[in-house]
């Protein structure tokens, strides 16, 4: 069983720049270099999350309007980041939450349905964060 647990980990010097000893750092970059993508959807898309997880505790409140104003707001903020990253997938899905959880024009969903559309916004919040990658470069178009 020893034997095992050590075949995934390399010496010093034998192995790839920007492994460590414990074999965490296999098949990543240098340290010093930079990937070419950054992931800026990540950040709203967590707090969205967090908001919609919080939210559900008073969804026939009226403080909900709050909820629905961040929501709207930052899964804009996500779609232009999508667009940004060419993930249209992912924006068509931010424009569709943006629609549901609109303050302005209200759309008539009944309150369980609500709850299980704030757990379902929540997961789609994270998948899209994690999956939206930006390219560094603004003057290149990203390579689809």
């Known amino acids: 069983m020893g034997s095992s647990l050590r075949s ?3 010496s010093e010097g034998s192995g790839a720049a920007g492994t460590t000893g ?3 750092g296999r098949g990543r970059p240098d340290a010093g270099s930079v990937p070419p993508f950054t992931r800026p959807a990540l950040a709203p898309s967590l707090i969205a999350a967090i908001v919609l997880l919080a939210c559900v505790a008073f969804l026939d409140q009226p403080a909900f309007v709050f909820a629905r104003w961040g929501v709207t707001v930052l899964a804009l903020i996500v779609l232009v980041f999508a667009a940004r990253g060419r993930a249209w997938w992912a924006a068509v899905l931010m424009a569709a939450v943006a629609v ?3 303050p302005l024009v209200v759309v008539p ?3 369980q349905v609500w709850a299980a559309l704030q757990v379902v916004a929540a997961a789609l919040f994270i998948v899209v964060g994690i999956a939206v990658k930006v390219p560094r470069t603004t003057e290149d178009a ?3």
């Open 142 to 144: 990203p390579a689809r």
């Open 109 to 111: 969903i009944p309150g």
């Open 22 to 24: 414990s074999g965490r």
């Open 8 to 10: 995934g980990v390399t």
């Open 100 to 102: 549901c959880w609109n």
